[in-house]
């Protein structure tokens, strides 16, 4: 299990996940030290996970497994306070993305201070692709969180019958519009939503 990223803005910070650890460097990768957190095992060797850091957020990253794990957050990477939360619902995650808040586009076109000021503050777009728990039932698909995984909507409403694939393989989502996802499938090409 190999997976690297870099803290948006941040470039001195890179985050590396190798076996059941996260590593992270203050000197441009010239060195590492081992988070605290503990990280389940993966399933299998071939489980590949998925790590992201969360943007504008030093030492916040998040580990999706698409098999065994659900997806898990851990903050104050490298700190004392340092936490591993596993996000509850979530069962499998064959991708995720961060991407705009919701109220991004809002932010960004208005020239007022309350929206400058307010415009870090919001919590970045959840994409996920994977099987959420809902009630009492497990469901396949597209999802979008707006609370930091704290409840999930489908992205796309079933009733515009959209297809991405039997497996989607990567997603990406813009950081300055919300809603703009891009999916990596696995054999139906490129899914663009805009």
């Known amino acids: 299990m190999h997976s690297v990223t870099v803290g948006r803005g941040k470039p001195a910070a890179l985050d590396n996940a190798v076996a059941v650890g996260i590593f992270f460097s203050r000197d441009q990768g010239r060195s ?30 998040w580990v999706g497994y698409p098999w065994s794990g ?6 104050g990477v490298g700190s004392a306070q340092e936490k591993s939360t596993r996000i509850a619902g979530v069962i499998q995650v064959a991708t995720f993305a961060f991407g705009a808040p ?5 932010q960004s076109s208005s020239t007022s201070a309350n929206a400058s000021a307010s415009a870090g503050t ?19 698909g597209i999802w ?3 609370n930091v995984g704290r409840s999930w ?3 796309r409403d079933a009733a515009q019958n959209v297809t991405v694939g039997k497996a989607p ?3 990406d989502a813009s950081m300055d519009v919300f809603g703009k996802v891009v999916i990596g499938t696995n054999g139906r090409g490129i899914w663009f939503n805009s």
Do not use: C, M, N, W
């Open 32 to 61: 590492f030290s081992r988070a605290r957190s503990v990280l389940p095992l993966p399933s299998d060797e071939s489980e590949q996970v998925t790590l992201k850091a969360r943007p504008g957020v030093l030492g916040e990253v």
């Open 70 to 75: 659900g997806l898990i957050r851990v903050t």
């Open 102 to 106: 919701l109220d991004a586009s809002a």
């Open 122 to 140: 919001a919590a970045p777009a959840l994409y996920l692709v994977g099987l959420i728990e809902r009630g009492d039932d497990v469901k396949d």
């Open 144 to 146: 979008v969180s707006h």
């Open 153 to 155: 909507l489908p992205f």
């Open 169 to 171: 393989v990567a997603i």
